[in-house]
């Protein structure tokens, strides 16, 4: 996919964004894939929105020239690093190369006022696709830092360096 030939950008994602978000899970799998082993599935709208603390995480998408949105994700420091969460393609839209495209783009633009020693995020370890992207791009598994509540046992938890 030519990233350019589309004029995909990233910006900053909003109230209604996430409304949209909503409706691309349609089953507890793909919202936990998603939102950690803890979310609910069926889960209202007001709660989704809750969920996914947008007043207090840097929340961004990609869209394309008609301003659709094609891919979902969150950023933030957790441990001296820029914490890549949420991270998402629409359905319509996997495939293409677009989990690759938003996460580089979540590396350049991730706000500056984020102090790092590089990047981290945290993925089911059953989730094969997202976990090879994640390597491809230069992330490795670690032993988490702190200690994990049980909820947090089925994930690992991966590092890549500035």
């Given at each position: 996919?030519?990233k350019n030939?589309?004029?995909?950008?990233?910006?900053?994602a909003?109230?209604k964004?996430?409304i949209?978000l909503?409706g691309?899970?349609?089953?507890i799998?793909e919202?936990?894939?998603w939102?950690?082993?803890?979310?609910?599935f069926?889960?209202?709208?007001?709660?989704?929105?809750?969920?996914t603390?947008?007043?207090?995480l840097?929340?961004?998408?990609i869209?394309?020239?008609?301003n659709?949105?094609?891919?979902?994700?969150?950023?933030?420091?957790?441990?001296?690093?820029?914490?890549?969460a949420r991270?998402?393609?629409?359905?319509?839209?996997?495939?293409?190369?677009?989990?690759?495209?938003?996460?580089?783009?979540?590396?350049?633009?991730?706000p500056?006022?984020i102090?790092?020693k590089?990047?981290?995020?945290?993925?089911?370890?059953?989730?094969?696709?997202?976990?090879?992207?994640?390597?491809?791009?230069?992330?490795?598994c670690?032993?988490?830092?702190?200690?994990?509540?049980?909820?947090?046992?089925?994930?690992?938890?991966?590092?890549?360096?500035?």
């Amino acid at each position: 996919m030519d990233k350019n030939a589309l004029s995909l950008n990233l910006e900053s994602a909003t109230e209604k964004d996430v409304i949209n978000l909503h409706g691309w899970f349609t089953n507890i799998l793909e919202i936990r894939q998603w939102g950690g082993p803890s979310m609910d599935f069926p889960i209202s709208v007001m709660q989704f929105i809750a969920e996914t603390k947008l007043d207090q995480l840097n929340s961004y998408k990609i869209v394309d020239h008609k301003n659709n949105m094609l891919a979902f994700g969150q950023c933030y420091q957790r441990l001296e690093r820029c914490h890549l969460a949420r991270l998402v393609v629409s359905p319509d839209a996997r495939g293409k190369g677009l989990g690759k495209y938003l996460v580089e783009q979540l590396m350049l633009y991730a706000p500056k006022s984020i102090t790092t020693k590089g990047f981290s995020l945290f993925v089911l370890a059953n989730n094969t696709v997202a976990r090879t992207l994640y390597e491809k791009l230069g992330f490795r598994c670690i032993d988490y830092p702190e200690p994990m509540d049980s909820t947090m046992a089925e994930c690992e938890y991966l590092i890549k360096d500035n």
